[in-house]
């Protein structure tokens, strides 16, 4: 048998003081109702020579509030880079006293569904609905029955559930900048979406985004993109295979790849092509994979802010249910901005002579 859990009345018997004295001090409300300093001390010390621990199931069936949290994902948790939206969101919590409970569904929607429940069932204060890529997706019935928020997500219909997600039009223009500041006005490929906005693959935010973003840029510029090469799949194979059609009818400047993988891909064709970077060819990617710091030279690439959104939708759950509190609003869409990493893949191009 382990020993038995100290209770409110073992503190209070022990300090001299009545159970409701400690109950008030233990929850933070000493100095509301004008409990002494000296007898707030004397609580928070006798309990913690006896190793008194709240019941958090008792106070959460009296005060409606457990301090968890949800965190239902697709494939999130088992994801190596994108799992630091999870350490964001836990160490965000910490700082509030919160605990997170996690769950992983691997995309089914059966299972979204009962893992919605299941943290419902066990009364968390908020539920955050997080996708490994940035996505739409079905919002699991039941989600908004409490404070809730879609991470790396927005919704297919109406939800009036919040969205955090990372700024990639922002990323786009940033990407298209870097070139745009190194001089190159010709010879600019994408590679993994476009020409049109249409041309991304399946259910892809980030590409269209990315698009919006560069064609702006470049567009502003008098920069002609030549070519732009969809992938329906971001893999080092489909940028090696998409490189290689680019080399069979140009002699390329600069390629934009829509994510660190196909920039690995294209360096294979590059090399195999005797064209090193960035003399001859210079490259812009994005995500920050472990690849682009591999890779020789390192890559330059728009990182994803994986901690910086899982911290974010803590901070969003928050205010949402602070607003559910007062009036319904609706839903709000938190960008995240995303940083440059700057690497060795981008040669400035001297200024033509005249």
């Known amino acids: 048998m382990g020993r038995r859990r100290v209770t409110l009345a073992d503190v209070a018997k022990a300090t001299g003081v009545s159970t409701t004295t400690v109950s008030l001090v233990l929850a933070g409300r ?3 109702l004008r409990i002494s300093d000296d007898v707030q001390r004397r609580v928070r010390s006798t309990a913690q020579e006896l190793g008194y621990r709240r019941n958090t199931l008792s106070v959460g069936l009296r005060t409606g509030h457990t301090q968890t949290i949800g965190f239902v994902s697709d494939t999130v948790a088992s994801s190596l880079l994108a799992g630091n939206m999870i350490k964001g969101a836990m160490e965000a919590a910490h700082q509030r006293g919160f605990m997170l409970f996690c769950g992983e569904s691997g995309g089914d929607p059966d299972v979204e569904r009962a893992l919605v429940e299941a943290m ?3 009364r968390v204060d908020g ?3 997080a996708a490994m890529y940035t996505r739409t997706v079905a919002v699991p019935e039941g989600l908004d029955d409490g404070p809730a928020v879609l991470l790396n997500a927005l919704p297919a219909a109406y939800s009036p559930v919040p969205s955090v997600l990372p700024d990639e039009v922002e990323a786009g223009r940033a990407a298209a900048r870097i070139l745009v500041d190194a001089g190159h006005r010709e010879g ?3 590679v993994g979406a476009g020409p049109g906005l249409d041309d ?3 259910n892809s935010i980030a590409a269209r985004e990315r698009l919006i973003g560069m064609l702006q840029v470049f567009e502003a510029a008098g920069v002609e993109v030549v070519s ?3 992938c329906p799949k971001w893999m080092p194979e489909d940028g090696y295979d998409a490189t ?3 080399l069979r009818h140009h002699r390329p400047r600069a390629l934009v ?3 660190d993988r196909l920039a690995f891909g294209a360096y294979q064709a590059l090399a195999e092509a005797a064209l090193s970077v960035p003399d001859d060819v210079s490259v812009v990617s994005y995500d920050d994979h472990p690849i682009a710091s591999w890779v020789r030279p390192r890559l330059t690439t728009i990182a994803l802010p994986h901690h910086e959104l899982g911290a974010k939708a803590v901070e969003v759950l928050f205010a949402a249910s602070e607003r559910r509190r007062r009036t319904k609003s609706a839903p709000v869409v938190h960008r995240v901005p995303m940083s440059v990493q700057l690497g060795e893949s981008v040669r400035t191009v001297p200024a033509p002579s005249r």
């Open 200 to 202: 991304v693959p399946p």
């Open 188 to 190: 600019v490929h994408l």
């Open 244 to 246: 290689r059609e680019i």
């Open 228 to 230: 732009a090469h969809q």
């Open 257 to 259: 790849c829509l994510n």
């Open 30 to 32: 000493g100095a509301e």
């Open 127 to 129: 539920i955050i609905f």
């Open 120 to 122: 419902h069932d066990r």
